[in-house]
């Protein structure tokens, strides 16, 4: 929504290069802001990375001096390296977008996995993410023209690592309050919610996230409230993951009070959101997540739905600014005291869901997003005509 929706309405269009499961061979496409090079995702994890490292390959060598004010490479550190120089043989800027923590990320996630993924794929996951890092902080990111990362933490430890705050620029998560806020998304009609209390989780529930926490955060809030049940929308990427989870919901007796919906469209995922009465978002602690800028948090805002979050930087910057959740500290213990003060308070709770939807419009809208980003392309690219445009 940021680059094919709000951007252009800014002035700022551009060419995507992606990768697409169930595309047959290569093709280009109109989007909004351009045109979209695209290639299909086929085979196993590895060889869909190869194919679309060959894709970036294949379109950065088509790029010709007078096409393009900028070349931008998102999360991608080798593309990255290989677009650098295409960038300055052509004597464009070069900007590279770093959304997630990935190589800390690989190795954290060989980390927990373990034997579970096998001990080879561990071993190349591990190695992968330690090659990423040096690449990506030492040798890419001192290089590039401009940076953009996924929140104010992210910023601090890039800085940390070599890079001029000048050449940076914090752009966190945002949703289009066009479509997603209050009053433009129904409450899902599930038969499985009636006569019970929802509390709301949207994400990933791969065990690096330590889903098994709001289990017990679950346990102690229904000692308190019983009807109480946990709602899990979204699901994993490894079938271990999967299993493990389900052995942890029915170790612990809550096979009754947890609903997994796997993944569902969007429209269909937030309505669960607009059913709930708290909406949870809790990520552990450390390298990867301290620097992230969650996503669900927000949505639960513009939705009017109050928030309980662990103290994740941009999290507690969000609650605190905002007024419309609890930020508490990353244990159960105060993560549940949240949930019930909400619980068993109607008009605190409603009183935080209030403060949602207005925070967000002018905070955490993509508008609002795109309006940061377009000025610093303006400024980048010395284009007085789209400075203005910003600035309106």
Avoid at 95 to 122: H, K, N
Avoid at 162 to 189: F, W
Avoid at 303 to 321: F, K, M, S, T
């Amino acid at each position: 929504m940021l680059f094919g929706k709000c951007l252009p309405r800014l002035g700022v269009y551009s060419d995507i290069v992606a990768q697409v499961q169930d595309v047959g061979g290569s093709t280009n496409i109109a989007w909004p802001a351009g045109q979209a090079r695209i290639i299909g995702r086929h085979g196993s994890r590895l060889l869909a990375q190869l194919q679309a490292l060959a894709n970036d390959v294949r379109v950065l060598a088509s790029v010709r001096r007078g096409t393009y004010d900028a070349i931008q490479v998102r999360d991608k550190p080798l593309s990255g390296v290989l677009g650098l120089p295409v960038a300055r043989i052509l004597g464009l800027p070069f900007c590279f977008w770093l959304s997630y923590a990935y190589p800390e990320s690989d190795v954290e996630w060989a980390r927990i996995q373990g034997a579970t993924i096998g001990w080879l794929r561990m071993a190349v996951i591990s190695l992968r993410g330690r090659l990423s890092y040096w690449l990506l902080y030492r040798w890419l990111l001192p290089r590039a023209d401009h940076v953009f990362v996924q929140s104010d933490a992210m910023l601090a430890a890039v800085e940390q690592r070599g890079v001029a705050r000048a050449r940076l620029t914090a752009v966190p998560m945002g949703v289009d309050t066009e479509v997603v806020s209050q009053g433009c998304i129904r409450a899902v009609d599930d038969p499985r919610l009636a006569g019970r209390r929802p509390l709301t989780y949207l994400g990933a529930l791969e065990r690096v996230r330590r889903v098994d926490v709001l289990l017990d955060v679950l346990t102690r809030v229904k000692e308190r409230v019983p009807n109480a049940i946990l709602v899990l929308v979204g699901d994993a990427f490894e079938e271990a993951d999967r299993v493990w989870l389900r052995d942890c919901i029915a170790q612990k007796g809550l096979a009754d009070s947890v609903i997994q919906t796997g993944n569902l469209p969007t429209m269909q995922a937030l309505s669960y959101v607009v059913a709930a009465e708290v909406g949870l978002s809790y990520l552990p602690r450390g390298p990867v997540y301290d620097v992230s800028s969650p996503t669900k948090a927000i949505e639960y805002m513009a939705l009017g739905c109050p928030v309980v979050a662990n103290d994740i930087p941009d999290q507690r910057r969000v609650l605190e600014e905002s007024g419309a959740g609890i930020c508490t500290a990353t244990n159960v213990d105060e993560f549940s005291a949240a949930i019930l003060q909400l619980m068993l308070d109607p008009a605190r709770r409603e009183r935080m869901a209030a403060l949602g939807p207005p925070y967000v419009e002018r905070e955490r809208s993509y508008a609002r997003l795109a309006q940061l980003v377009a000025k610093q392309y303006a400024t980048l690219l010395r284009k007085e005509d789209l400075e203005s445009d910003c600035l309106r």
